[in-house]
């Protein structure tokens, strides 16, 4: 059941998301060789606890899956799609990173990601693969295609429709299986928003609702598979991937406006 929200919600959502955007920021500065992914989580909590809020993310377990997740930070890297669990793991000189974050403030969920890279360092100079600096890019404004095509009398069949086009456009591969959600009340809430679709199909945007939108791009295909954790996805073939996402508002317009930036 999709679930609006008020205009006294929109609110309290505006000032969460300007708070996820910021430690997203602040995080992917800190990417490169030689962090480990506990240390992101850790400074993640730091940050949250500094603006009063709280993860979503932590100790949240999804329907179906029997244990809980025990951190506030996603942070997955190269194979990994979505969900990949903080280990102590360390980064290395080419690792692509992809940095997801949950929030709850005041009551109320957003969810954000961002895509990075280490850089390498060639011949003296901190360098980023032309073909990762694409893949990185091109899922990005995919984000930002899917969020242009929320208009008045918009369905999430169009949101998916126009990031698949980026996808085959520029020949990624495109993750499907894994997509968008309803988000506000709860971590995850009607609607699905799919990473592709056919337009005006679906769940009609209506002004009032909140969703998150998040293209997933590969350098193969588009299949993955869950790893033994219950949460990490990784690509069947071992391609890099890439995952960026933002929650939107549909606003009185029926406009998507991005509250986490």
């Known amino acids: 059941?999709?679930?609006?929200?008020?205009?006294?919600?929109?609110?309290?959502?505006?000032?969460?998301?300007?708070?996820?955007?910021?430690?997203?920021?602040?995080?992917?500065?800190?990417?490169?060789?030689?962090?480990?992914?506990?240390?992101?989580?850790?400074?993640?909590?730091?940050?949250?606890?500094?603006?009063?809020?709280?993860?979503?993310?932590?100790?949240?377990?999804?329907?179906?899956?029997?244990?809980?997740?025990?951190?506030?930070?996603?942070?997955?890297?190269?194979?990994?799609?979505?969900?990949?669990?903080?280990?102590?793991?360390?980064?290395?000189?080419g690792d692509v990173v992809t940095l997801d974050l949950g929030l709850n403030h005041q009551g109320l969920f957003l969810d954000s990601a961002v895509t990075t890279t280490c850089p390498e360092l060639v011949e003296g100079r901190l360098v980023i693969k032309p073909e990762l600096e694409k893949l990185i890019t091109i899922t990005r404004d995919a984000l930002h295609a899917g969020v242009a095509a929320i208009k008045k009398g918009a369905y999430t069949g169009d949101i998916g429709h126009a990031i698949e086009g980026y996808a085959f456009k520029n020949g990624y591969g495109l993750v499907e299986g894994l997509g968008g959600h309803g988000v506000g009340h709860k971590v995850h809430e009607d609607?699905?928003?799919?990473?592709?679709?056919?337009?005006?199909?679906?769940?009609?945007?209506?002004?009032?609702?909140?969703?998150?939108?998040?293209?997933?791009?590969?350098?193969g295909t588009g299949q993955v598979k869950c790893l033994a954790d219950h949460y990490t996805y990784i690509t069947t073939d071992g391609s890099l991937s890439a995952h960026w996402e933002h929650t939107i508002y549909i606003n009185d317009k029926g406009e998507g406006e991005i509250l986490t930036k």
């Open 1 to 93: 059941m999709i679930k609006l929200k008020t205009a006294e919600e929109i609110k309290i959502l505006r000032v969460g998301g300007k708070h996820l955007a910021a430690i997203l920021a602040e995080l992917k500065k800190m990417v490169k060789a030689g962090i480990t992914t506990n240390e992101l989580n850790d400074e993640a909590m730091k940050m949250l606890a500094s603006y009063g809020d709280t993860a979503s993310f932590l100790n949240y377990q999804p329907r179906g899956v029997m244990v809980p997740y025990r951190h506030a930070l996603c942070v997955s890297v190269n194979e990994e799609v979505v969900h990949g669990i903080p280990s102590g793991r360390k980064l290395k000189e």
């Open 191 to 219: 609607p699905e928003v799919p990473n592709s679709g056919v337009p005006r199909t679906g769940d009609k945007l209506l002004p009032g609702m909140v969703i998150a939108i998040e293209p997933m791009f590969t350098l």
